[in-house]
């Protein structure tokens, strides 16, 4: 298919719109020139077309959309053909005129309406629209599966990659003559070089079968595969006939051959009627010149000869028989009597006559035998007339008719009955209340297929159904018989017998335990085993019990109830004997044996605990408490004022604990209530009064002394928190350390004790402290004791510069123990009458200025006393030694001037000179030097 071929193009497109007003677009009439009429064709031939009639055709759908270009199959052929082996399928399309553009387009339509190939583009396999000309088809070198329209000059190819062909499938070929004005054919092969489908059908033609037609002198062939219509002589000339009289075949025609290629059913006219026996009939090349040829030239074999036995129709005189109502009768004629059935002989016939009866029906599709299904309503013979055309050897026969006298049956409605379990019973249906139950009618009753939870389900006859079951499950279980009433010799429609079997409540012996002086309620379908009807009822007498076991009774209920008491420790038994029973079936009698599990009796108790203290109760059996072994307790939080602590406890615990504090100076009740259980049994509960002795409740103290004094604490009442009167106290100091010494642990009225520091530094000591009041401790506090250093420092000597003022730094000349913010305070110091100007002081070092008339060093001793602004320290001596210094009165100088001669030097020059090591002064005078001396 071409598109943009310039002013070639342009005529094509002219004469087209030309072309297009002078026909419609619709599909083409042709035959072979549409999907429905396509040509049959086979692999092994080439198909030519010597002229294709123009045609515009269909728009169809193809795998090139939105390219502009409007496809459809313009002077089309279609060609089908069924794939018998798979492979690919080359082919080709030789046109006659080689510059002729040929397009083509192949579908797999396999159970498809063949007009859907415009439609839907799910049946395209491959397809090629391109516009060069010359050869076209699929070839195994093609690059693509379908090119699109194209310009003849392009370089598209006009061979398409083969189709793979599906076994059993059928396709459809539509070859398009896109070039207009020019209708010369082609050559279609569909076996070009490469191909392994199988196209070609190999089965062989063959006359199937033959069918005498009645109403005219003719037999109709059936061939097992389509063949080709113009190969069929209208003459008849084609076939030979041979039978019981000389016969002439004068005419032959196939079915549809007016407006199709192909047919697999003739029609042969005969020069006369057939009569009765075997006819054969073979074929041979008739005066066309050929025989009967299917599309792959292959001939009906004229070696094969087809026989035919013609029979008469029936002549059947009229019949009568006899039918149970609501059974179905078949009835099948037979010859003799003046009747005559041949064999192969069929029935038709129209709803039959008569009155009071029903199921009364026609039968239009031919059959071998009369049958039919007709009852009666009341119990009277009624009787059918049917009118009945016979058929044989396809043709009709005088119909005749046959009468069915019916006998009425019981006709019982499904019943429904119970019993129960093990039980016999014994049903026989009752006229008017159950039907239409005949006199003298018996049963015959099958049970449905026996299940597991049913025993002695049995089939049987009689003039009853009967018959024992046993339930073996707690539920109501059915048992469907279906029963069949038989009159004489009819039997009627059977109807269903429900029997509903209650279960009999067959209960096992159990035990159970409950709680003495408790409500109970034993539910025995959980406790045991047998069988137990959901809804059982039991009843039981007095139990028999041991003497400590009380409050039995008799009782009816669902459940075994009731309230057992006992004044043992320990578990003891009622026995109780219960009959099961349903509302309609009664049971087994059972024993029940009830441990009764003893509950713990506990009068009210009080204790005393201190305030912060723990405190753990168990309770024991005395004369007025029952307390089995194993018995553990629940409580709820305490009440009371002023309490601290108390928690309530969930989990059972085999004592009564807590941890209460008071608050305030006064004795204050914590009251308990505790739930005993033993062994799963909950007692009664009891009060636990707990009476809390107050504590002393101290703060922190923190204290101060100096190294090596005395230090006694009582802590106040209010000012160091709550202190009880009478208290006493229990302290224990940290671990001492080696800057520390007299830490000792104590007890008393007070805290107290002499600790000496051992550093020049504060030191602290902690002593944990326990206030006492009566046989309560308090909480413990900390008293934390801050030993200030006392000075201790040892002799030391200074030297001094006479007449001049010294700063002696005593921590900086001396050992001991020198707190580094110490003050030292002096009187006067000892000295030698050479010495003055000793003073008393107070400062952070020795400080003063001593003078001394002696030419030899002295000494000053000063008698220094160290302190701290917290504790005051030891006296110490500080020998001062007083270095005397020079003393020299005024002295008079005699200046000798000495004039001698130098050389000039330039003004400004002052020349230095030095005698002795010491500067002297040189004067310069008029360029000369003056030296003073």
Known sequence: MTFQRSRFCLFIICWLLIYQGSLSAQMCTNPGQNPLTPFPVCGNLVFTQNIVPACIGLPMVTRCGGDGVSYRDFNPYYYQFTCYQPGKLCFTITPKVLSDDYDWQLFDITGKDPMLIYTDPSLIVAGNWSGVYGVTGASLTAPNSNECASDPTSSISTFSKVPDLIQGHIYLLMVSHYTPGDQSGYQLNLSAPGGTALITDPLMPAIQKAIVVCSNPQIGLKINKPIQCSSIA?????????????????????????????????????????VAGEYTIST????????????????????TAFAIQFTPVAQILPLSTTSCSGTEFSFTPVSGSGSLVPPDTYYTWSAPSGSNFTGAQAQVTPSTAIFGNLSVSGAIA???????????????????????????TSIISAVSISICSGSLFSFSPVNGTNGLVLPN???????????????GSLSGSGVSVQGVLTNLTDTVQSVPYQVIPVTGACAGSPFTLTVAVFPVPAVLPFSQTVCEGVNFSISVLSNTTGIIPAASVYTWSVPTTSSSISGGAAGTNNSLTGKLNSASTVALTATYLVRAATANCSGNVFSVTVWVKPTALIQATTLSICSGTGFGF????????????????????????????????????????????????????????????????????????????????????????????????SPVNGTNGLILPNSTYQYFPAPPAAFISGALSGSGVSVQGVLTNLTDTVQTLPYQVIPVTGACAGSP??????????????????????????????????????????????????????????????????TGKLFSTSTVALTATYLVRAATANCSGNVFSVTVWVKPTALIQATTL???????????????????????????LVLVLLGEELLLQ
Do not use: M
């Open 781 to 846: 506090f900390t008293l934390t004791v801050s030993v200030f250093p006392v000075p201790a420092v040892l002799p030391f000597s200074q030297t001094v510069c006479e007449g001049v003022n010294f700063s002696i730094s005593v921590l900086s000349n001396t050992t001991g123990i020198i707190p580094a913010v110490s003050i030292y305070s002096w009187s006067v110091p000892t000295t030698s009458s050479s010495i003055s100007g000793g003073a008393t002081g107070t400062n952070n070092s020795l």
């Open 894 to 920: 005699k200046i000798v001037l000495v004039i001698r001669p130098h050389r000039r030097c330039p003004i400004g020059y002052l020349p230095q000179h030095t005698i002795a090591g010491l500067p002297h």
């Open 382 to 408: 009624q009787t059918a007339t049917y009118l009945v055309t016979p058929f044989g050897g396809g043709c009709t026969g005088k119909p005749f008719s046959l009468t069915v006298r019916i006998l009425p």
């Open 284 to 303: 041979k090349n008739g005066t066309d010149g050929n025989g009967i040829i299917d599309f792959c030239l292959n001939t009906v074999n004229p070696a």
């Open 234 to 274: 209208s003459n008849g000339s084609d076939f030979v006939v041979s039978g019981p009289t000389p016969i002439t075949i004068v005419s032959a025609a196939g079915y549809k051959c007016s407006g199709d290629f192909d047919t697999d059913s003739i029609t042969l006219q005969f020069s006369g009627n057939l």
């Open 618 to 713: 168990t309770p024991s059996s005395q004369v007025s408490n029952r307390v089995p072994s194993a018995t553990l307790y629940t409580w709820i939080a305490p009440s009371g004022i002023n309490l601290i602590g108390g928690q309530a406890e969930a989990t059972p615990s085999s004592s009564i604990s807590g941890n209460l504090s008071v608050s305030g100076s006064i004795v204050q009740t914590a009251t308990y209530l505790v739930t005993p259980s033993s062994g799963g049994c909950t007692g009664q509960p009891f009060s636990l009064a707990v009476r809390i002795q107050p504590t002393s409740i101290i703060s922190a103290v923190s204290i101060s002394i100096c190294s090596g004094s005395l230090f006694s604490f």
């Open 441 to 455: 009618s018996t049963y015959q009753y099958f049970p449905a297929p026996p299940v597991a939870v049913i025993s």
